[in-house]
């Protein structure tokens, strides 16, 4: 109790774990408080969003900023990037032009030529050229007769193994293969919870809920707020509020006033024996929350495919998003919704949505119809700081004095978030040292890929799902 910290981080998701990271870095001293018995163990994450290309309708500076931040998160957990490409192919049905596509893709290309210009080692998605390639229906035709390759190592040969279950003849040309690569949340997790042990920077307080906050900033102490948990009250001078889709209740205890969305989806999970060898990830677009919004598929090792489906019988669900109202800033969901974050989904939701999401992604991958449930659903709540649901790029907000607010939309965004706060603390005068230098966390470097491996594996088991979702479909070395 008498014990004085430096900063104290509620929400131990992707964004306060890596918060605490740089802190540590920076030799600056933390209390991190999960409530869960692991870290990253909110909504899940599985696409590294390098370009944002899963995301037609959003800006192309949006684009590039996710495009810069997926590479600065790639450096930071090497180990948690699967290096394998993304496809995408829209439907003659749908609204969106492939010319659009091709512009925002080139606008990247630049960007990421830029990007590698002030840092070499930026370029970790391969040559600017090879960025995107374009096929026609005739170079489709052809990939279809070469024999099929266990493990791929060239666009056409990840696309040969695609085309061959694909039925393309429902989609426009050309299609795209895209280096937007998967993004594997358990070993980020595993990562960033073996660092945080390891640090005596870091007081990591797993299975700890904090209860409630309490100002004491104009108490002329040394700290400013008090913690409340159920073994103990903690001080701290500085407060990072990164509690996901929950932050608005520490607002709501604080009378502070904010806006925010939240919206609850879920990704499926299931098993497939393909006839091809390993599989890019598939993306058919489409128009989020009509019958036929975007099919992913998202290949995993042994066979295992993760689905996501933006209709409201899929991934999203009838009122899942929803808004701070005046005088509540934590938005509520619906029972049915807050009775699945709170106790899981019953067997019969698990195999009514999975079977919907198998049938979904059949409609592009005939074969696909014999994929079988293989797993509770990944699922989640995440937040939307404002009012656009479009918003693909979260941020910080410093509301009050001592006291910030994370809201990021996409996992990406953490490290970015993470720098702010520090950036503030040092103009709060509460730290001397600042090092900005976004590169590499000598705490996670440490980490063997061994222990990752093992690791998680475990959260992964423990948290309910096989075994080989921990692992990479590409593996890497240490
Ligand atoms: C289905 C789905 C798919 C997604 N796919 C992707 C993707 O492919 N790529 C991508 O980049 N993003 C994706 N996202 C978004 C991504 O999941 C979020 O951006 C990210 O998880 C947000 O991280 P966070 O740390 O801000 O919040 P969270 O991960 O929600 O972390 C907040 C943490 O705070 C803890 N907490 C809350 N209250 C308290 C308290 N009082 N005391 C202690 N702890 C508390 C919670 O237990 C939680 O662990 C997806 C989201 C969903 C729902």
Known sequence: MDKIYTIGVIGGGVSGAVTALQLAKNGIESVLFEKEKSLVNGPPFCHLHAGGNLYPDISDEQAKVLMKQSIEMAKLFPQSIDVRPTFIGIPQSEKYAVETHIHRLKILVEHYKDLIKQDGSNKLLGDPEDYFTLYEKEALDKLKERPAVAFPKTTDEWLANAVKIIDYSTLKFPVIMVQEYGWNLFRLGAQAQLALEQTEKCRLKTDTSVTNIKDVRDQNLAHNWELDTDDEVYKVKYLVNSCGFKTGAFDDALHLQSERLIEFKAAYVSKWEAATGLLPELIFHGERGTPHGMAQLTPYCEGYYQIHGMTKDIT?????????????????????????????????????????????VSKFIPSFSSAVVAGPPLYGAQQIPGDDPSLRVGEVSFPQKSYARSEIVKASSALTVAQQIIEKMHEETLTSVVDTSIGENPLLKRISKSAIDHRASEFAVQRGYPAPLAQLLIERED
Do not use: C, V
């Open 316 to 360: 999203l669900f009838e009122n899942g998003l929803i808004e701070s109202k005046a005088g509540a800033m934590q938005p509520k969901f619906s029972e049915d919704i807050e009775q699945k974050l709170a106790a899981g989904w019953t067997k019969q939701d698990i195999n009514k949505r999975t079977e919907n999401a198998i049938a979904f």
